[in-house]
T-cell receptor
Framework: DQQVKQNSPSLSVQEGRISILNCDYTNSMFDYFLWYKKYPAEGPTFLISISSIKDKNEDGRFTVFLNKSAKHLSLHIVPSQPGDSAVYFCAATDQTGANNLFFGTGTRLTVIP | ETGVTQTPRHLVMGMTNKKSLKCEQHLGHNAMYWYKQSAKKPLELMFVYNFKEQTENNSVPSRFSPECPNSSHLFLHLHTLQPEDSALYLC?????????????FGSGTQLSVL
């Protein structure tokens, strides 16, 4: 059973507008969350992360919000740019000592110029 | 050299073949990983090596055999695979292999088993 879910397989947004990508998780032991971005024919690259002791982390145009009670996190990209078009993966991990990331299935973002 | 390099990029093999996937990292990391991504499924951890020692085997069938001769190189030996093993195989590395580290991924090997 998937512990990390991204229920929207795709999202299209106009350039300059906000992109919001959502992620839900089921395991209450998860305490660290990451977003990865993947372009075609490339491996995923780290984008931004958040610890469970925070509810928001911001890095330039990218902000991740964490709602622990709802077991939900979201990635906001503003303003969206055509170069942001990629597949975005949400991932989560717990403090088991091993770096085992649990990934969602990804959301394909298309930013329309 | 880019951070994590995987070869080959594409591989087609029959069910009776034996082949190997290769991964090399140039980041000075001590942990390396194999992940599998099947169509419409999430990335799934297969194996973890810390300082050349296997620390995680995520119930992977024995037809997949990893090898880590040193901290920079990781192999995945394949034999008698099934068509359902067709997937994207991604190698990754991290500094120490401890929790909450960023993973650095290679571009993957797209494997098709006929």
């Amino acid at each position: 059973d998937q512990q990390v879910k991204q229920n929207s397989p795709s999202l299209s947004v106009q350039e300059g507008r906000i992109s919001i990508l959502n992620c839900d998780y089921t395991n209450s032991m998860f305490d660290y969350f990451l977003w990865y971005k993947k372009y075609p024919a490339e491996g995923p690259t780290f984008l931004i992360s958040i610890s469970s002791i925070k509810d928001k982390n911001e890095d330039g145009r990218f902000t991740v919000f964490l709602n622990k009670s709802a077991k939900h996190l979201s990635l906001h990209i503003v303003p969206s740019q055509p170069g942001d078009s990629a597949v975005y993966f949400c991932a989560a991990t717990d403090q088991t000592g091993a770096n085992n990331l649990f990934f969602g299935t990804g959301t394909r973002l298309t930013v329309i110029p | 050299e880019t951070g994590v390099t995987q070869t080959p990029r594409h591989l087609v093999m029959g069910m009776t073949n034996k082949k190997s996937l290769k991964c090399e990292q140039h980041l000075g990391h001590n942990a390396m990983y194999w992940y599998k991504q099947s169509a419409k499924k999430p990335l799934e951890l297969m194996f973890v090596y810390n300082f050349k020692e296997q620390t995680e085997n995520n119930s992977v069938p024995s037809r997949f055999s990893p090898e880590c001769p040193n901290s920079s190189h990781l192999f995945l030996h394949l034999h008698t695979l099934q068509p359902e093993d067709s997937a994207l195989y991604l190698c990754a590395s991290s500094r120490e292999g401890t929790a909450n580290e960023k993973l650095f991924f290679g571009s993957g090997t797209q494997l098709s088993v006929l």
